[in-house]
Nanobody, 122 residues
Framework: QVQLVESGGGLVQAGGSLRLSCAAS????????RAWFRQAPGKEREFVAV????????DSTDSVKGRFTSSRDNAKNTVYLQMNSLKPEDTAIYYC???????????????WGQGTQVTVSS
């Protein structure tokens, strides 16, 4: 059974940091792009960041540039999202996903985790 499991979410004050992890099991995703999306209450799921299979290419939405960093460890089948200088507007459920190629569109992703809550207090 293929699973993506996120961890590392929680409650943090504005300006703080969190590091999300997404561990995969059931198959290897070493040749897959791995992405992060988020969904706040009452809003659509939005793209946050993506990292290519090699880790050599990354992309992120403008609102997190300079604050969030994607990385991956293919030996561990795990990707990470380092989130610094967090803002209340970053509050959402964060989901990781996997797809054969990098994309900003959630419909392009075949595999999804169950999500982890990130809450940033002001």
């Amino acid at each position: 059974q293929v699973q993506l499991v996120e961890s590392g979410g929680g409650l943090v004050q504005a300006g703080g940091s969190l590091r999300l992890s997404c561990a995969a099991s059931g198959r290897t995703f070493s040749t897959y792009a791995r992405a992060w999306f988020r969904q706040a209450p009452g809003k659509e799921r939005e793209f946050v960041a993506v990292i290519s299979w090699s880790g050599g290419g990354t992309d992120s939405t403008d609102s997190v540039k300079g604050r969030f960093t994607s990385s991956r460890d293919n030996a561990k089948n795990t990707v990470y999202l380092q989130m610094n200088s967090l803002k209340p507007e970053d509050t959402a459920i964060y989901y990781c996903a996997a797809a054969p190629v990098s994309s900003r569109y959630p419909t392009q992703y075949d595999y999804w985790g169950q999500g982890t809550q990130v809450t940033v207090s002001s």
